[in-house]
């Protein structure tokens, strides 16, 4: 069976400082991957996707970024933390982009301070 | 671009009744998905059930069954039975399937179980 893991699971990191945030599905071969963030009691917002190795789809500019150097490997980072970087990040995968059901990590609770 | 519309914030029943949670969406698309995520406090979220639409059988699982009225573009989820466990969000989505990578998420509705 698949099974998608994230870490940290929560993380608490100064202004300025950088970060990395890694996501790995295993039990598959070539997913879709994604990043989103989700503020406090609000809904989700997209921040990238890939559909293969090296290729990342950004939708939000902003100050993040993200990378898979392996198929099963999604990393989201960036190179100075604000404060509005705070919030709970999910990774998810996909199976079938023609469907596009996806299946969600654990989550990383983020607090920038 | 699809769009996908949750009504009702906040929502709450009592421990074993049953709740209906309302979904519109709008696509131009003629071949779509639809899904019914839940997020408990934990905030894991959860694929609860999914809708092809070109299946007029609304889909079941266990307690959680669909209302999907094509022609008005509503896909509203019903709850059975709740238990103090169904206390979570609840997020709408559509997937236009195709070379369209993404979900369209609604905002959410807090649905509380009050034992």
């Known amino acids: 069976s698949q099974t998608i893991h994230q870490w940290p699971a929560t993380l608490v990191q100064p202004v300025g400082s950088p970060l990395s945030l890694e996501c790995t599905v295993e039990?598959?071969?070539?997913?879709?991957l994604y990043w989103y963030r989700q503020a406090a009691g609000r809904g989700l917002q997209l921040l990238f996707y890939?559909?293969?190795?090296?290729?990342i789809s950004s939708e939000v500019p902003q100050n993040l970024s993200a990378s898979r150097p392996q198929d099963r490997q999604f990393i989201l980072s960036s190179k100075k933390l604000l404060l509005s970087d705070s919030g709970f990040y999910l990774c998810a995968w996909s199976p079938d982009p023609r469907e596009n059901e996806q299946f969600f990590g654990p989550g990383t609770r983020l607090t920038v301070l | 671009a699809q769009t996908v519309t949750q009504s009702q914030p906040e929502m709450s029943v009592q421990e074993a009744e049953t709740v209906t949670l309302s979904c519109t969406y709008d696509t131009s698309e003629s071949n779509y998905y639809l899904f019914w995520y839940k997020q408990p406090p934990s905030r894991q979220m959860i694929l609860v059930i999914r809708?092809?639409?070109?299946?007029?059988q609304n889909a079941t699982e266990n307690r959680f069954s669909v209302n999907f009225q094509k022609a008005a573009k509503s896909f509203s989820l019903k709850i059975s039975d709740s238990q103090l466990g169904d206390t979570a969000m609840y997020f709408c989505?559509?997937?236009?399937?195709?070379?369209?990578?993404?979900?369209?998420f609604g905002k959410g509705t807090l649905l509380t179980v009050n034992p």
């Open positions: 890939s559909v293969g190795i090296g290729q």
């Open positions: 809708q092809e639409a070109y299946k007029q």
């Open positions: 989505a559509a997937s236009s399937g195709g070379s369209n990578y993404k979900l369209t």
């Open positions: 039990g598959t071969s070539n997913p879709n």
